[in-house]
């Protein structure tokens, strides 16, 4: 895979589906708990949560686990309501890219990435 100059002496890799829009370096560590959808984190504490286009919900309800947020009954379902528990309970939300991913055999799939990290992070958020 190729990579591109990211500045500091650092190489990102050119698929861009792992560069952090907080910090704009590449994340590298392992999701921990694994989630169930594609993931990654970044040395900055943002998390990357991938899965198929208009999969929202999956990538939602992963978020809410992993940064240990609760959901009120009413916003139970809700997918707004839902992103909008991660945003009061102090986990902001960035969108990521959207890549077609091959499946193997000829099949791919075009899967979303969207980012999380709580906001009070250093370096704020």
Known sequence: METAFAGAGETLPEDDRFVCPFCHRAARL???PKPLCESRTCACGAVVLGAAVGDYDEITDEAIGLFGVPVRPEAAGYEVALRMELLRAGVAIR???VRRVEL???FDQRRQYVWFRRKDHAGGG
């Open 104 to 106: 193997g055999d000829g």
């Open 95 to 97: 969108p990521g890219v």
């Open 30 to 32: 392992p999701t921990s």
